[in-house]
DNA sequence: GCTATTA
DNA sequence: TAATAGCAACGCTTT
DNA sequence: AAAGCG
């Protein structure tokens, strides 16, 4: 397979100079209005480059553009109709003492609604049908609760549509740990003997909370409690041994989380008691309240550090056990490895404090199981560790190493709480939403393990997750994945259907990364990719590229460490107009932020003159991007000529603060270089809500004009925006940058005119 | 980070 | 099967 | 032809 550079070096026609506008022409343009020349600025400095890719800007014959393409991924098939989907709880906590609520145990198993209705023909045994929260069918794997199922409508031969969770029962017949399930969910297909198997090992039940359709009634918008009130009715008095009944506590939750604090259950569902039931819905009505549970664990070992990671992969931790007998000093128990959590400085410390602490022989009292080569320490240190759940005699989920503790004696640390860990059944499913997809990331981090994600129907393969992609501050390649996850409602609008670069950190960003333009190849089924041309004139330069939109595409491209969302200015569907210009301020070494933030004002002032609408952004890095929305139809060159001639304007008039020469000698010390050459056929700037490879793990922030303006006297820091921090401010201020696309476009003409004038 | 090639 | 090599952008500018 | 620029 030849990917050769093409075109390299043949002197075709068009590579003959055109004619381009100079710095004269330009203050010409500006003294006569602004016909807009269908050819290339050139104000003393011209060219392409961009914060990532590029193109040519040539520009003369424009063609019209290509025709729509049709971007449409498959649909999924096999899924359940939207009335056989889970509502689903949204993630914020709510107080545990509210009357209008009602509460109950998040149950750790697998989410599924399970469909019964009794036979057309007498005699015969009811039709039962389990959907996971997914709107897959589950019925197969879980054949034992069949029978039971369809024991609820025997009598009364009328339907039900019952919401609930199927959980695993341990050896006292309590519920435990989803894990335990694994065995009947796992994807490759078991034979009829090992299903059965794992039938007899592991029992489950079904515990019920809802009741959806009651015969031909839909109850769905029936309040809460009255779907609660009949779903007890119709399961009746006697207690199944197969299907029960969720627990639950009406307008107070305190006692409920202090059993979940105690027996270290995940976590409560508060569900409004007057909701009604919104199919497959993520509802603010029903919400989530996790517990986070943290303690003192000894460290016993540490494992070798994979790639970059340096000094060690993670602590092992152990508890002591409990001191019955108080002659000696009890044995460690293993409770899990900790790999996440460490900045730089800490894992420098830690190993620093490891090594002379280093023993022959395992100091735990069962060999901890063997991710990687483990080397042992005298049991002396003692750390804080934060996690979601410690199954009974299992190992820590979500471990995260939170610090040092001086002050403690090793031998007192035992095991805080009682044991039963329940876990998240949506981490089971890579389609149950946001939530359950950043689990599964992070349980894949957690495990070391690759895993395939399935997104809009197509299948990502992710892995290396722990990889350490900001050094100093041990934020990972999971997290970014995670990051994306969360930030996909803001961040795939402004990527939709525009073609992206790639700009790589396979090292993370302190590791050498490079361009890259072609889409890979294979790509995963169903991720399309769209031909284009590098340069709108040459027919040869034609590359496959990725074009954004989809999760699925955000996702795969994180994997390939593409840090950042890097856009075209075009959309696909008009690939050679410009619907965004942007002006970039690039601050140089040593200028503060709030000089950025001046520069910005400035043009943020002369743009409002001209009645022109703009919305800035910080660029995730240190400096600050300006977006216009042009119309349909307008040629890259317009939408540069523009900042073009404000660029120029801002920086003749304050020179010592502002600057459009391009090259880096030229330009006087601490100066801040608006870049208005990005506006350019096939180059980028990152998008908003993208995070960067920046020292900070920064995002690219939308701002407010008025917090521009304002941003010297409160004091306004980028750095305040990472891809651990940004959520928050979203969830507050929420998408600004969609004033880009919902509002007025700039009115070139009109803009002109006044800039002649003005 | 991924793929094809090599020992 | 495991280790390794090769690969992953571009155009316009100034010197 | 090579280096600088983003
Ligand atoms: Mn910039
Ligand atoms: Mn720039």
């Known amino acids: 397979m030849h990917r050769a550079r093409q075109g390299v070096s043949t002197l075709s026609e068009d590579q003959g100079r055109r004619p381009t506008v100079h710095g004269s022409a330009l203050r010409q343009c500006v003294a006569q209005g602004l016909p807009l020349p269908a050819a290339p600025i050139n104000a003393g400095n011209a060219g392409a480059s961009s914060e990532a890719g590029s193109s040519p800007a040539r520009a003369s014959r424009r063609r019209r553009p290509e025709a729509v393409i049709d971007l449409d991924l498959r649909m999924p098939s096999n899924r359940a109709p939207l009335r056989l989907r889970p509502m689903l709880a949204a993630t914020d906590g709510a107080a545990l003492d509210d009357a209008r609520l009602v509460y109950e145990p998040k149950y750790d198993g697998i989410r599924a609604l399970i469909e019964v209705a009794p036979s057309a023909v007498r005699g015969e045994s009811p039709r039962v049908a389990i959907w996971s929260r997914n709107g897959n069918d589950k019925t197969a794997q879980f054949p034992d609760l069949v029978p039971a199922v369809a024991g609820l409508v025997a009598r009364r031969r009328s339907a039900l549509l019952l919401d609930g969770e199927i959980v695993a029962l341990d050896a006292e017949g309590r519920p435990t740990s989803f894990l335990k399930l694994q065995p009947r969910i796992h994807r490759h297909r078991t034979t009829a003997r090992e299903s059965a198997r794992a039938v007899r090992d592991q029992p489950v039940v079904f515990v019920a909370f809802d009741l959806l359709d009651d015969g031909d009634e839909s109850l769905r918008g029936r309040p809460f409690t009255e779907r609660r009130a009949r779903l007890e009715q119709r399961l009746g008095r006697t207690r199944r041994k197969l299907v029960w009944l969720s627990e639950c506590a009406v307008g107070d939750g305190r006692e409920l989380h202090a059993r979940a604090q105690r027996d270290g259950w995940e976590g409560l569902i508060a569900k409004e008691a007057t909701s009604i039931y919104h199919n497959g819905k993520r509802s603010p009505a029903w919400q989530k309240i996790k517990l986070l549970r943290s303690q003192e664990f000894v460290v016993g070992g540490w494992t070798a550090p994979r790639q970059s990671r340096q000094h060690f992969g ?267 210009t942007a002006f970039d301020l690039d601050p140089g070494p040593g200028v503060r932020f709030r000089q950025v933030l001046d520069v910005a004002c400035w043009i943020h002032d002369e743009l409002d003159k001209i009645g022109v609408p703009s919305v800035p952004k910080t660029s995730g890095s240190s400096g600050l991007h300006i977006y216009l929305p042009l119309p349909d139809d307008t040629p890259y060159e317009a939408g540069m000529l523009l900042c073009q001639i404000v660029a120029t304007l801002v920086a003749s008039r304050h020179p010592k603060v502002a600057t459009v020469e391009r090259m880096v000698k030229r330009r006087r010390e601490k100066t801040v270089y608006i870049d208005y050459l990005q506006n350019i056929y096939g180059k980028t700037l990152a998008t908003a809500y993208s995070a960067r490879a920046s020292d900070y793990a920064g995002v690219s922030t939308p701002l407010t004009w008025r917090e521009v303006h304002a941003g010297a006297k409160q004091k306004l820091d980028p750095r305040a925006f990472t891809i651990r921090s940004v959520m928050g401010r979203l969830e507050r201020v929420g998408d600004l940058w969609a004033a880009l696309r919902t509002g007025e476009k700039a009115n070139l003409r009109a803009a002109a005119a006044l800039t002649t004038n003005g």
């Open 314 to 580: 993670a602590l092992i931790v152990g508890v002591r056990g409990d001191n019955a007998d108080e002659a000696e000093v009890p044995g460690l128990t293993y409770a899990g490895h900790v790999g996440s959590g460490f900045s730089d400085a800490e894992l420098a410390r830690l190993a620093k404090l490891l090594g002379p602490l280093s023993v022959a022989d395992s100091p735990f009292t069962a060999m901890p199981p063997a991710h990687e080569t483990a080397h042992w320490v005298e049991p002396v240190l003692v750390v804080q560790v934060k996690f979601t759940e410690w199954p009974d005699g299992g190992a820590l989920r979500h471990p995260v190493y939170l610090g040092l503790r001086d002050d403690r004696p090793a031998r007192s640390v035992t095991r805080e709480g009682a044991p039963a860990g329940p876990a998240d059944p949506s981490a089971l499913d890579p389609m149950g939403g946001i939530d359950a997809l950043a689990e599964r990331l992070e349980d894949l981090e957690q495990a070391r393990r690759r895993g395939t994600l399935e997104l809009d129907g197509v299948r990502v393969a992710v892995g290396n997750l722990d990889k350490v992609f900001w050094p100093a501050l041990g934020v990972t390649k999971g997290e970014l994945l995670r990051f994306y996850v969360r930030i996909a409602p803001y961040v795939l609008p402004a990527v939709a259907d525009r073609p992206l670069v790639m700009k790589r950190f396979p090292n993370g960003i302190d590791g050498k990364s490079f361009y890259q333009h072609r889409a890979p190849s294979p790509l995963p089924d169903g991720l399309p990719a769209l031909p284009l041309r590098e340069s709108p004139d040459r027919p040869e330069t034609e590359v496959p590229y990725l074009v954004g939109g989809s999760l699925a595409t955000l996702l795969y491209m994180a994997q390939l460490a593409a840090i950042s969302q890097d856009p075209w200015f075009s959309r696909v569907s008009a690939i050679e107009s410009a619907d965004l």
